[in-house]
């Protein structure tokens, strides 16, 4: 079988390649990325000269290239990781959220219908959802209203029902899975978990937003991967399938917990101007992929925690070239 993986030298598509090359051995992995500010081809560095593997450097919006690689490739399976994810960026210029996150998944979608692709799976995110007051116990099941805050979350829904849109109209044997926030190795230095360990291994101040009292829900990277080979062998096509652990936190006391493991103080953490827009709490409900595909999160929030920053303590060669200090 033969996998078509866009955004795979991103944190989490990266994380999904060894998985699945781990896992299935004999399975070809052809992966598209364009190598943003966001994307490291150091990441993949242990593959590269695999037979299995094959990385094209590329952008999702170009049709062109997109299609010579389904021609040549014949992918069987497509998942889209490719995307621009900071929603700060978004704010300051949203653009090439459009561009990228909605014109080329539209681009992939055309190109997995006209090569016949077994599956079409596309990654998005619970920021889909919108937020929920601090006070509420409700939790966003795949039937909740689509209600985005940001540039960025809402070209995400709007990826998400283009992609539904190709299953009802042509057919097309597509499914979304929406994640909760996701940590672990290889997460770019600008995300509020490297930034902070980042930060705080440097003695630098650590930025908090607001009150610090936003609270969201944290999925280990190999939980998220797992959740979405699982969907790919048994999630019904035209289904979405919400990916979230029970771990809920405020990002203050989240920080707080980060400083512990690294053995340093509060005194470096700071509260700076609030992000215009910015969602206050997010909780998800995964029963859905738990009851239907009997998915569950195996990683601990404590264990998962420190495992990351063990990862970043060992891996400085890796993000203090990508790491800009500063703010989240
Ligand atoms: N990180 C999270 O917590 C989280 C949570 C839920 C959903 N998601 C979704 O998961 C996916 C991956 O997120 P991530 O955190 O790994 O992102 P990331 O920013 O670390 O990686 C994105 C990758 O996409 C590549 N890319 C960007 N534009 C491209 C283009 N036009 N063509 C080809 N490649 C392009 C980049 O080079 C990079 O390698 C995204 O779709 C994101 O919306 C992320």
Redesign the pocket.
Known sequence: MTMLI????????SNFIFYIMKKYPDRRIVC?????Y???LSTLEPILSDPRFCFVQ????DRDLIDRVFSEEHPDVVV???????VDRSIEDPEVFL??NVL?TGVLLDASRKYGVKRFHQ????EVYGDLPLDSDNRFTEASPLCPSSPYSAS?ASADLLTLSYFRTYGLPATVSR????YGSY??PE?LIPLMIANALSDKPLPVYGDGLNVRNWLYVEDHCAAVDLILQKGKPGEVYNVGSSDEICNLELIRRLLRLLGKGEELIIYVADRKGHDRKYSIDSEKLRRELGWTPRTDFSEGLERTVRWYLESGDWWRPLWKGGTV
């Open positions: 866009t955004g795979g030298a991103g944190f989490i598509g598209v990325d364009k190598l943003t966001a994307g490291n590329g952008d999702i919006c889209n990781f490719a995307a621009e994810s900071h561009r990228t080329g990654i998005s995110t619970d995400k994640s909760s926030n996701n997460q770019f995300k």
